[in-house]
């Protein structure tokens, strides 16, 4: 079996497929314990990338890069011809977490509040009940020492674990994967705020608002405190970084 292939948009290699391949893909390379890492792009991290050379090269040295956000996957698929369905990290979690169950692969939990981490465990013990959490952690809000970060490694390694489900916010979670591939004999997922979401913490937009790229609106609505300057930068410059790109390709298509 081959690997999801990449297409470009924005500059960065997105993994293009079903759904069900990229669960599939991400399970095989459990099985086969591959250090691999998988991103799920999203408008924030795709603008994290323009401006930051070396942000873009962590996005673009994953193994799999998933369209995430709805004006992601609509882009993909205006600027290439496609039909790429969304794989959102908050679908992926529960897919990826019940087909390594079915598999007999193990789990381990990095990122989070311990509340949440307990949260988690004690929801997935009823939903997948053959799935086998090998270990959590939930590190601090800061840098880690050399010291945290080595023993960090060791705790996820000794575990044993198929998959590391990552949930440290974008661009930490993605830095961290790319640091750890070689040394973490595991395929890591970084899925952000999913953790928050299976954990029940946080509730997700109604499914016609994600359908029409309005879940960051019903994001703002619940915390407006803390994301409207993300929203208001970013999208504003997700919307004008699209318009360009279009009207560079219609005045190139009359040439």
């Known amino acids: ?8 948009v924005f500059g960065l290699g997105l993994s293009v497929g079903s759904f069900h391949e990229h669960v599939a893909t991400i399970v095989r390379w459990g099985k086969e314990k591959r250090s691999a890492y998988v991103c799920c792009v999203n408008v924030h991290m795709c603008m994290e990338a323009q401006g930051d050379p070396e942000f873009a090269a962590v996005v673009n040295g994953a193994d799999m890069a998933t369209a995430d956000g709805m004006p992601i996957v609509k882009s993909l698929n205006k600027f290439n011809g496609l039909r790429q369905e969304r794989v959102a990290g908050n679908d992926l979690m529960p897919a990826v977490m019940a087909a390594a169950g079915n598999e007999g692969l193990s789990v381990f939990l990095l990122g989070g509040e311990q509340y949440v981490l307990d949260a988690i465990v004690r929801r997935a ?5 053959a799935l086998r959490i090998a270990g959590q952690s939930s590190p601090p809000f800061r840098t880690l020492t050399a010291e945290e ?4 490694v060791d705790l996820i390694v000794g575990s044993g674990a198929n998959i590391v489900l990552v949930s440290l916010g974008c661009p930490r979670q993605e830095k961290w994967m790319a640091a750890m591939k070689g040394k973490v004999p595991a395929v890591m997922l970084g899925i952000g705020g999913a953790f928050l979401l299976y954990a029940g913490v946080d509730r997700r937009a109604p499914r016609w608002m994600r359908n029409a790229s309005l879940e960051w609106l ?3 609505w619940l915390e407006p405190g803390r994301l409207w300057k993300r929203y208001l930068v970013t999208n504003s410059a997700f919307l004008w970084m699209y318009a360009k790109t279009l009207l560079g390709r219609r005045g190139g298509s009359r040439s």
């Open 125 to 129: 013990a009823t939903d997948f009940p």
């Open 218 to 220: 019903y994001r703002l």
């Open 1 to 8: 079996m081959t690997d999801i292939q990449k297409v470009q």
């Open 149 to 152: 970060r080595a023993a960090e």
